[in-house]
T-cell receptor
Framework: QKEVEQDPGPLSVPEGAIVSLNCTYS??????FMWYRQYSRKGPELLMY????GNKEDGRFTAQVDKSSKYISLFIRDSQPSDSATYLC?????????????FGDGTTLTVKP | NAGVTQTPKFQVLKTGQSMTLQCAQD?????MSWYRQDPGMGLRLIHY???????DQGEVPNGYNVSRSTTEDFPLRLLSAAPSQTSVYFC?????????????FGPGTRLTVT
């Protein structure tokens, strides 16, 4: 069983919809939770990170972490065609773990005008 | 700043050939990593480095070597290419141990082994 499972998608929504992207994990040592966005044929770029449990908001994006359920989510409000990309969740036990983050397989989102 | 750069962008190898994928960063980051990404799959860590002269294995290190003689460069060597190594390879860097969760990725190298 993988340490990180991500809803596979693909996901297709109309412009303006609220999007929910989700990951579950099994390693209770994970403390840092990241969301990366990857446009086609590009490298991933960090969207948001959250430490431990709770919510974090950045513009139209909200990241939620529920450590008791080992479940994280990324919500996108008022989705735009420019949000069309693959979204990868990633986790690491602590901030000194360098590039040893564990990634989900990604969810491909298409926002239709 | 150019950020993280990777060369080449594309490469086709025959089985058994060797090659080096180049990665450089100009942000004075201590930490650097190599990942591979296969279709429909996330990123899997091959090797990583926490500073010049220090490297360690990741999840899928077999068939790959790395060295880090300078802070800026972190090349990945394929010793004897196999079709199973057909993938997209990403190099990433992060500032240091206090913020290693924030990684900056290069544009990738698409490798095909025939």
């Amino acid at each position: 069983q993988k340490e990180v499972e991500q809803d596979p998608g693909p996901l297709s929504v109309p412009e303006g919809a609220i999007v929910s992207l989700n990951c579950t994990y099994s390693n209770s040592a994970f403390q840092y939770f990241m969301w990366y966005r990857q446009y086609s044929r590009k490298g991933p770029e960090l969207l948001m990170y959250t430490y431990s449990s709770g919510n974090k908001e950045d513009g139209r994006f909200t990241a939620q972490v529920d450590k008791s359920s080992k479940y994280i989510s990324l919500f996108i409000r008022d989705s735009q065609p420019s949000d069309s990309a693959t979204y990868l969740c990633a986790m690491t036990p602590h901030n000194t773990n360098a590039g040893k983050s564990t990634f989900g397989d990604g969810t491909t989102l298409t926002v239709k005008p | 700043n150019a950020g993280v750069t990777q060369t080449p962008k594309f490469q086709v190898l025959k089985t058994g050939q060797s090659m080096t994928l180049q990665c450089a960063q100009d942000m004075n980051h201590e930490y650097m990593s190599w990942y591979r990404q296969d279709p429909g799959m996330g990123l899997r860590l091959i090797h990583y480095s926490v500073g010049a002269g220090i490297t360690d294995q990741g999840e899928v290190p077999n068939g790959y070597n790395v060295s880090r003689s300078t802070t800026e460069d972190f090349p990945l060597r394929l010793l004897s290419a196999a079709p199973s190594q057909t993938s997209v390879y990403f190099c990433a860097s992060s500032l240091d141990g206090s913020s290693s969760y924030e990684q900056y990725f290069g544009p990738g190298t698409r490798l095909t082994v025939t």
